[in-house]
T-cell receptor
Framework: GNSVTQMEGPVTLSEEAFLTINCTYTATGYPSLFWYVQYPGEGLQLLLKATKADDKGSNKGFEATYRKETTSFHLEKGSVQVSDSAVYFCASNQAGTALIFGKGTTLSVSS | GAVVSQHPSWVICKSGTSVKIECRSLDFQATTMFWYRQFPKQSLMLMATSNEGSKATYEQGVEKDKFLINHASLTLSTLTVTSAHPEDSSFYIC????????????FGQGTRLTVV
């Protein structure tokens, strides 16, 4: 079946450091791919998405590129801030189906 | 646009009682709503998928008699946890999908349920 695997956390960085959170997927066909962010005690917010191969999603300085050849959708940010501290979830779905989530990666940024 | 409101945001109830959680799409029509459960520091586990006007489809291992889901309109779905027990304590999150946008879902802010 379809699944999403993302790197285990926690990830601890200093402010302005470079961030990468790896995410790979398995799916039949070509799913849409998403990154969601969850701040403490809150629901999920869509951070960015890509719906086809080679698409790049970007938002708030975060980027992720849909790589069909490596079945990956790694999240990157060039310079993290303390306010980026949260849990990040990679997810996939195909039209008409529910989102499948990775286990989440906790990011902690210190000043 | 595309706002999903979930109510209540937190609830504490006594063991044996039932709790109803509402999920509303405020500015769009949602033919499909999903209910997830999240344990502390873990991912979201899909509990069930509900389509407006029909019975919900439950994931394997989810007790449908315990977690009653109703999706009576295009803007409202409810999850009722019946005869709640402490092990039902969790964070419950709903998401809704707009009729025309089948690849994206919008999430409510979640409900923290604590059963004492």
């Amino acid at each position: 079946g379809n699944s999403v695997t993302q790197m285990e956390g926690p990830v601890t960085l200093s402010e302005e450091a470079f961030l990468t959170i790896n995410c790979t997927y398995t799916a039949t066909g070509y799913p849409s791919l998403f990154w969601y962010v969850q701040y403490p005690g809150e629901g999920l917010q869509l951070l960015l998405k890509a719906t086809k191969a080679d698409d790049k999603g970007s938002n708030k300085g975060f980027e992720a590129t849909y790589r069909k050849e490596t079945t990956s959708f790694h999240l990157e940010k060039g310079s993290v801030q303390v306010s980026d501290s949260a849990v990040y979830f990679c997810a996939s779905n195909q039209a008409g189906t529910a989102l499948i989530f990775g286990k989440g990666t906790t990011l902690s940024v210190s000043s | 646009g595309a706002v999903v409101s979930q109510h209540p945001s937190w609830v504490i109830c006594k063991s044996g009682t039932s709790v109803k959680i509402e999920c509303r799409s405020l500015d769009f029509q949602a033919t499909t709503m999903f209910w997830y459960r999240q344990f502390p520091k873990q991912s979201l586990m899909l509990m069930a998928t509900s389509n407006e006007g029909s019975k919900a489809t439950y994931e394997q291992g989810v007790e449908k008699d315990k977690f009653l889901i109703n999706h009576a309109s295009l803007t409202l779905s409810t999850l009722t946890v019946t005869s709640a027990h402490p092990e039902d304590s969790s964070f419950y999150i709903c998401s809704a999908r707009e009729v025309q946008r089948t690849t994206e879902a919008f999430f409510g802010q979640g409900t923290r349920l604590t059963v004492v």
